[in-house]
């Protein structure tokens, strides 16, 4: 389809599309490499015009009961679980993950939605009475106030979601800028919000790159920055942000490493790294990049991932396939020069994704599953994020060697082990330096009411997203220290309070 100026995504500003910008991205079907649609890019007024939205509405949202406010995220909670398929057909149609995969990201954002019709519990403060004689203590947790929210490409609904529920529930107001590859499905949540009853202000859209976010970063009216990305842009986010004195949670990239032990079942083994490795085409943030395979099981592991590996229909994510396309021609060449660099590196290359059938029409960006063994850890395959399907494996004398292997990666977002040994799960829950670490699961994303959030380079900040720390980081707390006096409390003295 060739796109014309009606094809052009547009903000959403005040529970309305807004356009003033002339800049434009292209936004691609990536399954068949066509340009679908274009995106306006917001210049500075724009941005700042979004912001003002926000800004204005929050005292009035801010004040708004949280009867009401839960009243509303029950309507987008219900709106949004009967309409499903509709936000998964968006995301397919522009970033490219097969159907099933996107319903599976709307199911887990929608966790974080039915966590948030609970907030009223979550917001609770804390009294002490009697602290002191006559004396009572309170705390409570207040909105920060304009929250802007910066998504990467690879849940274009599912990252947003993350975020705006809990700051909204928690009496904030929203900005958000998605990624400019896919912005679709962030429209359609606001649409779907304003449907549910938010007011207007409450959410809003802006679509752009770095001049959004760099005056997303820099505007005084923006109190807290929740960032999702690579990692370069998150400590740029993260820097820039506390600079000019907002609360900042950067997300960063990741390399995650599942360990197999020599007494795991390999079969399940083999089986969940083929899941966690190629699916979403390996675009995931907690997707498996590198096995840790024990000498003595090497062989027979790999030889298990590659047999099933070969198996899956790569193709258009509408076609029943089990792996759809990279989100751009440009990211696919990316992706297909590390595998170049593998092989010029001198890794074995097991399995070779550059070839290969594929069930899609036109001129997709499809690569097909990659692996190497004997991958070494000064190989670029194995130190930087190829954020594809290319899995490396990496040979280990001892258990040891293993997480002395996962404790020196510069990245800690998530982990796993495979073994059905107690003990040493045990020991590796303890000692491994990750945020997020599953035992026999190879993609541990915390439900919704706990907070998920890597460690080192894969998070900038201390706070996680959703759950507890969620509410934490969307809120400042207060404490009231208060008396009703009588005349036994006169009298001067200029003594440090005490309490008696
Ligand atoms: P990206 O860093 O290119 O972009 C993320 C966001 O930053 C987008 O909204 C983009 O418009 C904006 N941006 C890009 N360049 C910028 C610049 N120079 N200045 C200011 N803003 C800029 O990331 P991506 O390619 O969209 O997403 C993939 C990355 O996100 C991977 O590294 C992945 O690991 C990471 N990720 C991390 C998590 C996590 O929870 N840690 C989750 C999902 C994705």
């Known amino acids: 389809m060739t796109a014309t100026l009606t094809d052009t995504l547009q903000h959403w500003i005040n529970n309305t599309s807004y356009s003033a910008d ?48 839960t009243a509303i995220m029950f309507n987008f909670r219900q709106l949004l679980a009967e309409r499903k398929g509709e936000l998964a057909a968006i995301i397919t149609a522009e970033h490219g993950k097969v159907l099933d995969d996107a319903l599976g990201e709307v199911a887990r954002g929608l966790e974080v939605v ?52 809990v700051a909204i529930a928690a009496g904030n107001t929203v900005v958000l800028k998605p990624s400019e590859k896919d912005p679709s499905a962030a429209n359609w949540l606001a649409e779907l919000f304003t449907e549910a009853g938010l007011p207007e202000g409450v959410l809003n859209v802006v679509h752009g ?8 970063l820099t505007d005084p009216r923006v109190n807290s920055v929740s960032f999702v990305g690579s990692t370069p842009i998150a400590q740029y986010v993260y820097s820039t942000g506390t600079a000019h004195n907002k609360r ?89 020069g590390y595998i170049d660099a593998g092989v010029a590196a001198g890794a074995e290359l097991v399995l070779d994704g550059r070839t290969g059938t594929v069930d899609a029409d036109g001129e997709g960006f499809f ?75 190879p993609i541990p994303v915390p439900v919704g009411y706990h907070s998920f959030g890597g460690w080192k380079a894969s998070l900038f900040g201390d706070q996680h997203a959703y759950g507890p720390e969620g509410f934490k980081f969307f809120t400042r707390n207060k404490v009231i220290t208060k008396r009703w006096l009588d005349p036994s409390h006169g009298g001067i003295n200029l003594g440090f309070p005490q309490n008696d």
């Open 248 to 336: 900042v949670q950067a997300f960063g990239g990741a390399k995650n490493h599942m360990l197999v032990l020599p007494d795991a079942d390999l079969d399940l083994a083999a089986d969940m790294a083929v899941n966690a490795g190629f699916g979403a085409a390996g675009e995931r943030c907690m997707a498996i990049s590198v096995v840790v395979a024990l000498d003595t099981i090497a062989d027979e592991l790999v030889a298990k991932i590659a047999e099933r590996a070969k198996t899956l229909r790569v193709g258009d994510g509408t076609r029943g396939c089990d792996m759809g396309p990279l989100i751009t021609g440009e990211h696919k060449a990316k992706v297909a």
């Open 22 to 69: 002339d800049r434009t991205g292209k936004v691609y079907n990536p399954a068949t490499g066509e340009v679908s649609r274009h995106v306006a890019l917001a210049s500075k007024a724009t941005t700042e015009h979004a912001i003002a939205a926000a800004a204005d509405a929050f005292p009035g949202w801010r004040d708004t009961s949280l009867a009401r406010r």
């Open 209 to 216: 790159d770095k001049e959004a976010v760099d005056t997303l």
């Open 114 to 165: 039915e966590l948030c019709c609970n907030a009223p519990y979550l917001l609770k403060g804390e009294f002490s009475q009697n602290a002191s004689t006559g004396i009572d203590v309170q705390s409570l947790r207040q909105p920060v106030g304009v929250s802007a929210i910066i998504s990467p490409f690879n849940f274009p609904a599912m990252v947003p979601l993350w975020f705006f529920p």
């Open 367 to 441: 690569l097909h599953p990659t692996m190497f063994d004997k991958v070494g850890t000064d190989m670029s395959i194995y130190t930087e994020e190829i954020f594809g399907p290319v899995l490396s494996v990496v040979r280990v004398d001892s258990f040891n060697e293993g997480i002395e292997l996962i404790n020196s990666s510069p990245y800690g977002n998530g982990t796993a082990i495979f073994t059905n040994d107690g003990g040493a799960a045990r020991r590796f829950e303890d000692e491994i330096q990750v945020g997020m670490v599953g035992v026999n699961v």
